[in-house]
Structure formats: structure tokens, C-alpha cells
């Protein structure tokens, strides 16, 4: 084994730690709220935020963030995100109001985004050809198992630390995992690119975007599960103009010669916009999964957060060990593999809906691994060649703003599809007839999967706007 080998190895370590601190930390806090709701006499509505806050921030950064990679080095970015969401982590635990609590998960949530869009356009400065395929293999695995276990993990630490003080060790967590990133990506990740420093950006557009961008996330991530009202929705037009009138001011940047926040080029990429609005739509359809699925084996079913978790684990194991191989069916089968994994998802989901049409109420958990675990091993053949397909043919001093690009999408994604969902899983929840518990929310949960079969099948046509094979 050489030095290099060794060098790209410990980097790759140092990137996907990141990748999954980050987005275990969008879902391990849920099984927490009654417990620190309790602990800090907060009122249930405002600790909602101690998740959306944290979604939000994350969300509303990762574009800005991928430039400034760009500008200053994504190793530096990727540095003092990594570094201040320790800092974060820690003062969560320690948290002693739901003040305080709420300010650490904005900024920790803040600090991901900062560090998130480094992960991709990394990965594209340190691998090459099939190096790189396997890299983004690693990374499909690592969103799967994070996104999966994080409510298992979180029900886990409480289990083991008690209701009262268990759940400061949700965030204590991170810890550990945060140290050894800082270490390796320290001594491991490539020093800045010189050429990075004639990237430029202005004003004007990082507060469009921001606004634009806050006025979309805001109501869906605080209030779209709930139903939208008619607020929400006005708020979410006016994002609308916003956006455009960025777009608009992009193109007069360019025009002047000068590097724009969002390159026009970049969108007028066929096959990279394509792959965006698919990433989209599927983490809509993909995310929301773990939302429903938790709530009724918990609230509806009665069993404990380790066994609503390992519930749902056979999808994370069929994810990563599709993922970890994803990279060599894509040579071979080019987007036809994203078509076979969306397949594998829906025939996953719809036997899993049928198993509780079946059974109506409350059944072993054991029923359903196999449709799971299918499902899994679709999504998994999905997550990194998506990846790959959409980010290929961008040029080095765009990576990172083309992957906060796409990273944002995947994020604003994932709270549209909760939203949308966790609406139409409630919606059913109040308006069925049925009276016994577990038969009311295995009805809803039936309602909710047919949502995500419909953005399923409209991911199945996105995917023949995608060239048929990998451009890398």
C-alpha cells in the first residue's frame, strides 16, 4: 500500500464522519423532545425548534457555504464548520434553558451547512475515475445509515443515561467522532487550491438567496407537517420572485465579467440541473420514510424508540451494502441502475404498506424486514450514482458552489417531503373512522407510503432526462 493510498484513505475517513455527524443530528433529537420538554419546564411548541431550528439553519447556508469553499479552501471551510459544531454540541448538552438549547442547535445547524458542501466538492479534488465512484459508494452508504439509526441511536442514549439527564448525551454524542474528524481532516485533507482565490462573490446575491431562501424553508420546516394555512403558503410565493430576481441578477453579473454566488452556467446544465430536481423529489420521497415509520411504531404501536429503530434498520443495512457497490453496477448499467433502484424502493414500500393493510393493527416488526431491507437496497443503488451523474461535468472552481447547489436541493427536499407527508399522515389520522390506536395509525401510515410511491414514480421519468451513462 502506498503513502498516497493510505493519505486518500484517512481523508475519505475525515470527510464521511462529517457527512454522518451531521445528518444523524437531523433526526437522533426527535426521541428526545418529551424528555428535554420535561427537563427544561419548556413548552412543547418552542422545543419543536430545537429540530426545526437546526433544519433551517443547515438549510439556508449550504450554497454560501460552497463558495466560500471555493474562495478561502475547502479544507479551511470544512475546518471551522467541523470545529465550531463541536463547540455547539458541547453547550447543547449543557444546555439549561430552552433558550439557550434553541441558540445552540441554530448555530450547530449553521455549522453543518458550512461544512457539508465541502464534502462533495472534496471527494472531487481528492479522487479520480473509479476512485471517485467507490468515494461517492462510501458516501451513499453513510447518508442511508445516518438518516436510518438516528432515532435508534437517540432512543439508545436515553435508554442507557436515563430520561432525565439521557438525552444531553444525544448531543454529547458527537463528541467523540467530532475530535477524531478535526485530527485526520487537519492532517489528511489537501491544502487550499491557489486558483480558489479569484473566486469572488457578492452581497447583494448571498442576501437575495438568503431571503429567498428563508422565506421557502421557514414555513414548511416550522408548520408543514401540521397542514400549511394560508399564511405559509403566501410566504412561500414570495420566495418565488425572489429567487428569479437572483437568477436575473446572476446573468448581469456575468455578463459584467465578474463570478456570480450562483453560476447561470451551472443551471443551464442539462444533466446537472436534471440530477438536482430528481435529488430533490426522491430525498422528498426518501427522508419521509423514518418520519412516518417512527411515529407509528411508537405512538401507534406502543413500542420503545431501540425497537422503533431497529424497525427500520434493515433499510440502512440493505442502503449500505448496496451503496458500498453502487459504483460498479454504474459502470456496467450507466442510469438504468437508478431506474432498478427506483424499482427496488417501490416494490419495498408497496409490500410494506400491503403487510399493514394486512394486518391492520399492531404486528411484529419482523414482518416487514425483507420489503425493508429491498427498499434499502434500492436506495442505496440510487443515493451516490445520483451523486456522481449530477456533479461529474462540473469544472473545479465551481464544485463547491455546484454542490451546495445540491445539497440544498436535497435539504429543501427532505422538508417538503416531511411536510407533505407528515400532512397527509395526520390528515388520516383525524379523519378516519376506525377507533382502535394501532389500526388508526397503520391506516395512516398506508395513506402516507401511497404519497411516496407518487414521488417515486415521478423520480422513474425524471431519470430519462439524465445522459444514460456517467460523464466522469
Not at 438567496?209 to 394560508?230: D, H, M, Q, R
Not at 448499467?333 to 416494490?347: D, E
Request: aromatic share 12%; proline share 3%.
Amino acid at each position: 500500500m502506498t503513502k498516497k493510498f493510505h493519505t486518500e484513505r484517512l481523508a475519505l475517513i475525515s470527510i464521511m464522519l462529517g457527512a454522518f455527524i451531521s445528518l444523524l443530528d437531523t433526526t437522533v433529537v426527535n426521541v428526545a423532545l418529551p424528555d428535554i420538554t420535561k427537563a427544561l419546564h419548556a413548552s412543547s411548541a418552542s422545543i419543536e425548534w430545537v429540530v426545526s431550528g437546526y433544519a433551517l439553519a443547515f438549510g439556508l447556508i449550504l450554497i454560501l457555504a460552497g463558495r466560500l469553499g471555493d474562495k478561502f479552501g475547502r479544507k479551511n471551510l470544512y475546518i471551522l464548520g467541523i470545529s465550531l459544531f463541536l463547540l455547539m454540541s458541547i453547550t447543547a448538552g449543557f444546555a439549561q434553558s430552552e433558550t439557550s438549547l434553541i441558540l445552540s442547535r441554530i448555530i450547530q445547524g449553521l455549522s453543518a451547512g458550512l461544512f457539508f458542501p465541502q464534502i462533495n466538492a472534496m471527494m472531487m479534488d481528492i479522487f479520480k475515475g473509479d476512485k471517485l465512484g467507490q468515494a461517492f459508494g462510501v458516501l451513499g452508504s453513510v447518508i442511508g445509515v445516518a438518516t436510518a439509526i438516528g432515532p435508534f441511536t437517540g432512543g439508545l442514549l436515553i435508554q442507557l443515561f436515563g430520561t432525565e439527564n439521557g438525552w444531553r448525551f444525544v448531543f454529547f454524542v458527537n463528541v467523540p467522532f467530532v475530535i477524531v474528524t478535526l485530527i485526520l481532516a487537519a492532517l489528511f485533507l489537501p491544502k487550499r487550491d491557489k486558483a480558489s482565490k479569484k473566486v469572488s462573490f457578492d452581497f447583494l446575491s448571498v442576501f437575495l438567496l438568503t431571503v429567498g431562501l428563508l422565506f421557502l424553508l421557514y414555513p414548511v420546516i416550522s408548520n408543514g407537517s401540521e397542514g400549511f394555512k394560508w399564511q405559509d403558503i403566501l410566504f412561500m410565493l414570495i420566495s418565488i420572485p425572489i429567487l428569479i430576481s437572483l437568477y436575473s441578477y446572476s446573468i448581469h453579473v456575468t455578463k459584467k465579467g465578474k463570478q456570480p454566488l450562483i453560476s447561470p452556467t451551472l443551471l443551464k446544465n442539462k444533466a446537472f440541473t436534471s440530477g438536482i430536481i430528481l435529488s430533490l423529489v426522491y430525498f422528498a420521497a426518501f427522508t419521509s420514510i423514518f418520519f412516518i415509520f417512527s411515529l407509528t411504531w411508537q405512538s401507534g404501536f406502543g413500542r420503545s424508540a431501540i425497537v422503533s429503530g431497529l424497525a427500520v434498520s434493515p433499510f440502512a443495512l440493505g442502503s449500505m451494502l448496496a451503496a458500498a457497490n453502487s459504483n460498479r453496477f454504474m459502470q456496467k448499467l450507466g442510469r438504468k441502475l437508478l431506474i432498478i433502484g427506483l424499482v427496488f424502493v417501490m416494490t419495498g414500500l408497496a409490500t410494506t404498506s400491503f403487510i399493514f393493510h394486512l394486518k391492520g393493527g399492531a404486528f411484529s416488526p419482523w414482518l416487514t424486514v425483507f420489503p425493508l431491507f429491498l427498499a434499502g437496497l434500492g436506495s442505496g443503488l440510487i443515493i451516490s450514482p445520483l451523486n456522481s451523474f449530477t456533479l461529474a461535468t462540473v469544472s473545479g472552481s465551481d464544485r463547491g458552489g455546484a454542490s451546495g447547489i445540491f445539497n440544498t436541493a436535497q435539504r429543501v427536499g427532505s422538508s417538503f417531503g416531511i411536510a407533505i407527508v407528515g400532512s397527509i399522515y395526520f390528515r388520516s389520522l383525524s379523519e378516519t373512522s376506525l377507533h382502535n390506536v394501532a389500526e388508526k395509525y397503520s391506516f395512516s401510515l398506508q395513506m402516507s407510503i401511497y404519497i411516496n410511491l407518487f414521488l417515486l414514480l415521478i423520480c422513474l421519468l425524471l431519470v430519462f432526462k439524465l445522459p444514460k451513462k456517467n460523464e466522469a
